[in-house]
């Protein structure tokens, strides 16, 4: 019998007896081009994976792990390279199946020591489409199946988009709120995973709810009609409540915070989660990048008791020492009171992208951050002044300076160490 088990075995693959370090190492040169859902051009513009992956065939994030399926001992060695795909795989909060995967990876022992980032959106689409009936019958079958597994998901979050805009009441406030219930619920399954480092928030009219990817792909006139703003964009809103209040409610202190956000000005973000749940998360935040996208509730702030802002300020932030702040609208508060600047973080790197007619802005965030700033980095289509900006600061002591992705050594004194 021992004979005969020992000739019927396979003889183990040169490949399976390459040292483990070595494995590990092609694993993470696999996933090394991984990109984020949405990121920057040279040009300034924004680029979403979903669109690469259809029209240039980038690979999406299940084919850059197929690497497992080469033999067993690729597979167990593969959980480092898994953790770096589920960080920029999206979870969206507006989707059952994309949580129900989130809940499954935080029960996964070998896997949850490897995550290191997470990335949330919340993108619920609520309208039904007036040219459903001109869909072929495999789309509109898919159509139903998606709203079908979808229906009761987040039912509060319509409702309370409608009370914000109907009713004008304070959104999201009540203990028992849907963001904060739903919040609770998601606790355990953040809480098992205790090495997160990095955390990231999107939303975009154009980043299209990918549970309706096979709608989008048997009709393709869907596409141009899916996004929107109005009631799915104040959805975004809902999602960051739910995102802070169920990081701090398990314990979650990362060390960089991308997060889009409704920006009132260049030191202002409008934000619904409890001031306690946002100081936790910002404890220990080095790298802040913020934001402004989506449609503002701003509008509505009048209305309300309290003005629900975030400051980024050393008191908020107290560890902050590189910002992004990434604005393209012009409409946005000239005036910053004096108490935000005299409490700005003690910066070395500073970016700002497009950032619209907001120099002045710029130019007393160099003033405040004087001689800790290191580098300041410029992607802007817009025309920007930069010997203003920089000449007016005479205590700045830049050693690089990147305008719109030229980067060039600047100082303009040695710095006394």
Not at 138 to 154: C, F, N, P, T, Y
Not at 387 to 393: H, K, T
Request: hydrophobic residues 35%; negative net charge; proline residues 5%.
């Amino acid at each position: 019998m021992a004979a005969t088990h020992q000739a019927l075995s396979a003889p183990a693959s040169p490949i399976e007896k390459l040292p483990a370090e070595l494995l590990e190492r092609i694993h993470s040169y696999t996933v090394s081009d991984i990109r984020s859902p949405i990121w920057l051009s040279e040009e300034c513009q924004r680029i979403f994976r979903w669109r690469e992956q259809g029209e240039r065939g980038l690979p999406t994030t299940s084919q850059h792990l197929q690497i497992r399926l080469v033999c067993r001992k690729f597979r167990d060695l593969a959980w480092r390279a898994f953790g770096e795909v589920l960080g920029e795989t999206l979870f969206d909060l507006g989707s059952r199946d994309s949580i129900y995967h989130l809940h499954a990876v935080a029960e996964q022992q070998d896997l949850t020591p490897w995550v290191q980032k997470l990335t949330f959106t919340c993108n619920i689409l609520y309208r039904e489409f007036d040219d459903l009936n001109l869909l072929s019958p495999r789309a509109l079958e898919e159509w139903d199946s998606v709203r079908q597994r979808e229906r009761g998901w987040i039912p509060g979050a319509l409702a309370e988009v409608r009370r914000l805009i109907v009713d004008r009441s304070p959104p999201w406030t009540e203990a028992n709120s849907q963001p904060r219930v739903y919040a609770a619920n998601m606790r355990k399954t953040l809480g098992a995973l205790t090495n997160i480092e990095e955390v990231a928030y999107m939303w975009d009219e154009d980043l299209l709810p990918q549970r309706y990817k096979k709608v989008w792909e048997l009709d393709s006139e869907m596409h141009s009609k899916a996004g929107g703003t109005g009631p799915e964009a104040l959805s975004a809103h809902f999602g960051l409540t739910i995102t802070f209040e169920a990081l701090a409610a398990a314990g979650i202190r990362p060390k960089s915070l991308d997060i889009v956000v409704e920006m009132a000005n260049f030191n202002h973000a409008f934000m619904y989660a409890a001031s306690t749940s946002m100081s936790t998360i910002s404890e220990e935040i080095e790298t802040l990048a913020s934001r402004d996208r989506y449609y503002p509730i701003s509008a509505h702030r009048g209305i309300f008791n309290a003005d629900p802002r975030i400051a980024i300020t050393k008191t908020m932030f107290p560890l902050l020492r590189s910002l992004i702040l990434d604005h393209d609208l012009i409409d946005i508060e000239s005036n910053i009171p004096n108490s935000a600047w005299s409490d700005t973080p003690d910066l070395r790197h500073l970016t700002i992208i497009q950032g619209g007619d907001c120099k002045e802005h710029v130019r007393q965030w160099l003033k405040c951050c004087g001689r800790c700033l290191d580098s300041f980095r410029l992607c802007s289509n817009y025309p920007w002044d930069l010997g203003y900006i920089i000449d007016s600061n005479s205590q700045l002591e830049l050693e690089s300076l990147s305008p719109n992705g030229h980067s060039q050594h600047y100082r303009r004194r040695t710095r006394k160490l």
